[in-house]
């Protein structure tokens, strides 16, 4: 069974920092696509990031371009993101989510299998 299990949330304020971090049991990150995604009240998902199979190629949502960086450690099956320079607009739960498929990065919630259960992220103006 696999298991996905973020941590890292909490509240900031604007400008501040954090890291969020998703470890998986039952489930190898370095074979397959994850992503960050997050929801805020009366707001559909956005996905964030994306990561590619190979841990190279990534992909952001333009929100949070040269803000946020994803990553994953393959020796520790954790997936990371990096927040900086959080803005109020960044106030959302954040899920890590991960695919049974390999290849580029994507963004679409659909293409993915398995889903945390969340992290609230809070940022004050």
């Known amino acids: 069974q696999v298991q996905l299990v973020e941590s890292g949330g909490g509240s900031v304020q604007a400008g501040g920092s954090l890291r969020l971090a998703c470890v998986a049991s039952?489930?190898?990150?370095?074979?397959?696509?994850m992503g960050w995604f997050r929801q805020a009240p009366g707001k559909e998902r956005e996905g964030v990031a994306a990561?590619?199979?190979?841990?190279?190629?990534?992909g952001y949502a333009d929100s949070v371009k040269g803000r946020f960086t994803i990553s994953k450690d393959n020796a520790k099956n954790t997936l990371y993101l990096q927040m900086n320079s959080l803005k109020p607009e960044d106030t959302a739960m954040y899920y890590c989510?991960?695919?049974?498929?390999?290849?580029?990065?994507?963004?679409?919630?659909?293409?993915?299998?398995?889903w945390g259960q969340g992290t609230q992220v809070t940022v004050a103006s």
């Open positions: 989510a991960g695919t049974k498929s390999r290849g580029l990065p994507t963004r679409n919630q659909y293409e993915y299998d398995y």
């Open positions: 039952g489930y190898t990150y370095s074979r397959y696509r």
């Open positions: 990561i590619a199979s190979d841990g190279i190629t990534t």
